[in-house]
């Protein structure tokens, strides 16, 4: 099945740096990827949703200054969460949609689990 | 507001027993209703999902769901659980020719051995 990857898998960093979260697919094009946040024992919420080669739309809420998305490429997405602080700790999943097989289904990263000390 | 909503936040079984988790939706309109699982440590899955058609859908690893649109569900079963189905469970809904996914808190499923 479609394969989507997020690196790091886990990242700690201190208050006040940047930390950049790497989505790939690996085996198809994903001209739509989506970034969502889970807090513990609770849903996924979106962040945003981008298409290669434009502009990420952010949900309402989101600061698009702080957590800057680009999708560069048709395999490749970035969120960054700029100026981190304790607040911003969260797991951080990305999803793809593509050209591969049914294009209404999202394929889901193993996520990003982000600790602001 | 639009919602999706698991009722059912843990669910503790034996092996060998069935399974019924629900979901319902506020939304009005056409929706895209989505099952996903995630086993401990891993990312989600689809498990099964319906578009249009045959209302009672058939998903992976003996799983299917049935959408009753009168009733805004769109509940997953399984007759007969395993231990290996030990994991978190989400509901997710999307309109029609939408591109997000809004989905449910989650149903913990843990099944005893």
């Known amino acids: 099945g479609a394969v989507v990857s997020q690196h790091p898998s886990w990242v700690i960093c201190k208050s006040g740096t940047s930390v950049k979260i790497e989505c790939r697919s690996l085996?198809?094009?994903?001209?739509?990827m989506f970034w969502y946040r889970q807090f513990p024992k609770q849903s996924l919420m979106l962040m945003a949703t981008s298409n290669e080669g434009s502009k990420a739309t952010y949900e309402q809420g989101v600061e698009k200054d702080k957590f800057l998305i680009n999708h560069a490429s048709l395999t490749l997405s970035t969120l960054t969460v700029t100026s981190a602080h304790p607040e911003d700790s969260s797991f951080y999943i990305c999803?793809?949609?593509?050209?591969?097989?049914?294009?209404?289904?999202?394929?889901f990263g193993p996520g990003t689990r982000l600790t602001v000390l | 507001a639009q919602s999706v909503s698991q009722h059912n936040h843990h669910v503790i079984l034996s092996e060998a027993a069935s399974l019924e988790l629900g979901c319902n939706y506020s939304y009005g309109g056409t929706v895209n209703l989505f099952w996903y699982v995630q086993y401990p440590g891993q990312h989600l899955q689809l498990l099964l999902k319906y578009f249009s058609g045959d209302p009672l859908v058939k998903g992976i690893k003996g799983f299917e769901a049935e959408f009753i649109k009168s009733k805004f569900s769109f509940n997953l079963r399984k007759p007969s659980v395993q231990w290996s189905d030990t994991a978190e469970y989400f509901c997710a809904v999307r309109l029609a020719g939408a591109n997000n996914l809004f989905f449910g808190t989650g149903t913990r499923l843990t099944v005893i051995p």
């Open positions: 999803s793809a949609r593509g050209d591969r097989g049914n294009t209404d289904t999202q394929y």
């Open positions: 085996d198809f094009q994903a001209t739509t």
